[in-house]
């Protein structure tokens, strides 16, 4: 009975029969099984394939939608909403038909791994590795599970990746919060016991309300100090009395500590403190994400390492941060817009590459109402957009909603300064969109070849108003709008414009709402009627209200073909933490709709 470790998948590849009893040594320490082999090269004859390449289509399937999910790609029918009401084989073009026998088909990328680890023992074993990368839990039972199959095999715990309680909720349970804090499920000692099993290959961690009166002082401890390779950390509504002596307690003796991203979000009641006796330990911070604390900007500019460069920050809703000249010292500060290059010192040797310096300039700032207007003047906002433009030209990302004092001479400056710009927040722009002096401000926004997502939903509330700016626009596919202004709009709108030639063309506009549930909503454009349907779909899934369907002559069952959404990432405002390197469609900075869930979701969109 041979067994296989946690080693390079390089080890497999023994090339010549006669070095096998060399390779086990390197591999035969484990108690994973693989197969009823006594020879380790035999191991290459359960693959149609070499190893190496077989578990690069494993990871392909990993990352593999579900069969009903559909890309840009899709062939249009020329499908209308009278056509996919009245006729049933109008119906059925839109549906996908699935055996009967597949198991786990929506379930997206663990569907696929559950029907591969049937085939052999060798595809069992290349699939537990991506079946233990991602690991995210609902209720506490799940994890309870999860934490048995880890002290049963404690080999599994080098394949974690990433521990996502983002979703975990005891909502639904029927249980009073006393008995809650009962169930031996998910403790402040298992939970320690789950971060030690895993602590080897542990990047990401994210936390949320629900268990933190489950983060013990020995688990806070254990996080910042025996977690060697933790990238992101995000403790997003921590906000248990119990913490606060815990992080004053904190001692971090972890000189290689290797956070990159780091997100206290809604953290509402731990003390601006906190943030000083950790932030002077975190050398490669690059993400932080401090909405709505009580963190002020004496303990930033003292504590923030001068030596690094953040490319995300936020500072949303936060009231105790200071006065408005501690705040321009602090955009000055070398690790947010600061122009001194003598006070940055970059990983790489290629710091004059300006592709690499480009990369680590701040692109995602968020400073939504973090002040008054009464405080936030038109002279003021003038002198924080020079000094972010001058440190920060590369933004993807801007949020300066709250503030009624921005104008059209704000807007102008933006347009000239930001080129790169995806998604702008301006909720409360001083603009009337019914005059054509304002109308020919917003249309300068099309200089922004790459502007997606726009928010000026405070100073758009009717019909009129809205038609005028999306006429405008060129590039913009989303924009954010009131709720009030949403229930009075048809699901679907199409818009006429004008070319420069001077020939018309149609557009279709969809209001997004999660299905009336939404406290933000948005009015996006769509292709065509046949991928509004797709869309309705997938909202409608989303929502729960996926109805079970069967082909009475083949028995296979027949799901709705959805098209997500990809523009959710820049409405949010919050940071994504939730990055997986390795899913080549993620976007960088915004994540993808992986990233935009659960409790997560509920705080990025507010949805």
């Not at 818009?495 to 999660?514: K, L, M, P």
């Amino acid at each position: 009975m041979a067994t296989i470790s946690y080693t390079s998948l390089s080890t497999f590849n023994t090339g010549n029969p006669n070095n096998s009893n060399s390779t086990s040594n390197q591999i035969l320490n484990s108690d994973i099984l693989v197969g009823n082999t006594d020879e380790i090269a035999v191991l290459a004859k359960l693959f149609p394939f070499s190893p190496e390449i077989t578990e690069k289509i494993i990871g392909y399937a990993y990352y593999l939608d579900s069969p009903h999910v559909t890309t840009d790609n899709y062939v249009a029918h020329g499908i209308t909403y009278e056509d996919y009401e009245n006729s049933a084989s109008s119906r059925k073009m839109l549906k996908t038909a699935v055996s009967s026998s597949a198991s786990n088909v929506t379930r997206g990328r663990y569907s696929n791994l559950s029907n591969l680890m049937l085939v052999n023992s060798g595809f069992y074993f290349f699939c537990l590795q991506y079946q233990y990368k991602y690991c995210s839990f609902i209720r506490s039972f799940s994890f309870h599970k999860f934490l048995l199959n880890l002290l049963k095999s404690n080999e599994l715990g080098y394949y974690v990746e990433y521990l996502d309680f983002q979703e975990f909720t005891a909502v639904g349970l029927g249980k009073s919060v006393e008995s809650i804090f009962k169930i031996p499920n998910l403790t402040s000692v298992t939970l320690l016991k789950c971060l030690q099993l895993c602590s080897m290959n542990l990047k990401t961690l994210l936390l949320n309300e629900s268990i933190d009166s489950d983060i013990s002082f020995e688990v806070l401890d254990f996080i910042f100090n025996d977690l060697k390779n933790l990238k992101s950390l995000d403790f997003c509504g921590c906000s248990n009395e119990n913490l606060i002596s815990y992080f004053d307690k904190l001692t971090i003796n972890n000189e290689n500590l290797k956070l990159e991203k780091l997100s206290f979000h809604e953290c509402l009641h731990l003390p601006t403190t906190t943030y000083s006796k950790i932030l002077p330990f975190i050398p490669n911070l690059k993400r932080l994400d401090l909405s709505h604390t009580q963190v002020t900007l004496k303990t930033l500019n003292q504590f923030l390492n001068k030596k690094i460069r953040l490319t995300h920050l936020s500072l949303r809703k936060c009231s105790h941060l200071g006065t408005f000249t501690e705040f321009m010292r602090f955009l000055k500060h070398p690790a947010i817009c600061g122009s001194n290059e003598d006070d940055f010192e970059y990983e790489r040797d290629d710091k004059d590459n300006d592709d690499y310096s480009e990369k680590f300039q701040l692109r995602w700032l968020n400073i939504q109402q973090c002040f008054s207007s009464d405080v936030l003047t038109n002279e003021k906002l003038n002198s924080i957009l020079d000094i972010i433009a001058a440190g920060a030209p590369a933004l993807r990302y801007l949020n300066l909603n709250g503030f009624a004092n921005l104008n059209g001479e704000h807007v102008r400056k933006i347009t000239e300064s930001f080129k790169e710009l995806e998604s702008l927040n301006i909720s409360d722009v001083n603009l009337n969109f019914s005059d054509a002096h304002d109308l020919e401000i917003i249309k300068e926004l099309n200089s922004l070849k790459n502007l997606k997502f726009l928010d000026v939903s405070s100073s758009v509330w009717s019909f009129e108003k809205l038609k005028n700016l999306i006429t405008e626009l060129d590039f913009v596919q989303a924009i954010e709008i009131k709720p009030v202004l949403s229930d009075k709009l048809s699901h679907l709108l199409t818009f006429s414009r004008i070319d420069e030639s001077g020939d018309y063309s149609e557009e279709y506009w969809r209001a997004y709402n999660n299905k009336g549930t939404s406290r933000r909503c948005w009015i996006h454009k769509v292709k065509s009627v046949e991928e509004s349907i797709l869309i309705d779909n997938y909202e409608t899934e989303q929502a729960g209200g996926r109805l079970v369907e069967w082909d009475i002559n083949s028995g296979d069952l027949l799901l709705n073909k959805v098209k997500k959404v990809d523009w959710l990432g820049l409405a949010s405002v919050k940071i994504n933490c939730c990055e997986d390197i390795d899913y080549p469609l993620q976007d960088e900075d915004f994540g993808n709709d992986l990233s935009v869930r659960g409790l997560y979701k509920y705080y990025s969109l507010k949805v």
